[in-house]
């Protein structure tokens, strides 16, 4: 099953939004340090409300050692990002694929870009919205992968 991975966050909420969205999905949540807030922050507690024990948390320090359990498990690095090269809709996913996003402020860094497979834009007819909230971004590109995949019956 795609896992969703989250690169630098920095605004609580969403990160506790995320999470909530991966508790329901059964989606494994990769949380790239360093953050811009700390793992007890209240606010991000009480947007996963009571749904954090069944988040499947996990917490790198940094990129490296993300890098580090990555390639033990495998997978395509699919970057996310207003610039991406690929409609994710049009996109074909694969199970073991890893969706990756930035933090709100920059998005993903340019080294991290590079490092991925492919990256993805979702589409926008405003051009002065210059990107959604980064929650519902992960929302939307998680639940088009798990539609592909046949995990929504």
Same mark, same amino acid.
């Given at each position: 099953?795609?896992?969703?991975?989250?690169?630098?966050?920095?605004?609580?909420?969403n990160t506790g939004n995320i999470a909530r969205t991966c508790a329901a999905t059964g989606t494994e949540l990769h949380l790239v340090g360093p953050l811009g807030f700390e793992i007890s922050d209240r606010?991000?507690?009480? &947007?996963?409300?009571?749904?954090? *024990?069944?988040?499947? #948390?996990?917490?790198h320090e940094s990129l490296e050692a993300f890098k580090a359990v990555h390639q033990l498990r495998g997978g395509r690095w699919l970057g996310f990002?207003?610039?991406?090269?690929?409609?994710? &809709?049009?996109?074909?996913?694969? *199970?073991?694929?890893? #969706?990756?996003f930035g933090s709100e402020t920059t998005g993903l860094a340019p080294e991290v870009k590079s490092a991925c497979d492919t990256t993805l834009y979702i589409p926008m007819n405003e051009p002065n919205v210059r990107s959604l909230n980064l929650s519902v971004s992960v929302a939307v590109g998680l639940f088009e992968a798990r539609r592909q995949l046949g995990y929504l019956q």
């Open positions: 099953m795609p896992q969703v991975v989250l690169v630098n966050p920095l605004i609580p909420p606010y991000l507690k009480r &947007a996963g409300l009571d749904y954090w *024990p069944f988040v499947k #948390l996990h917490y990002s207003v610039g991406g090269r690929c409609n994710y &809709a049009s996109f074909q996913f694969q *199970p073991d694929d890893w #969706l990756l």
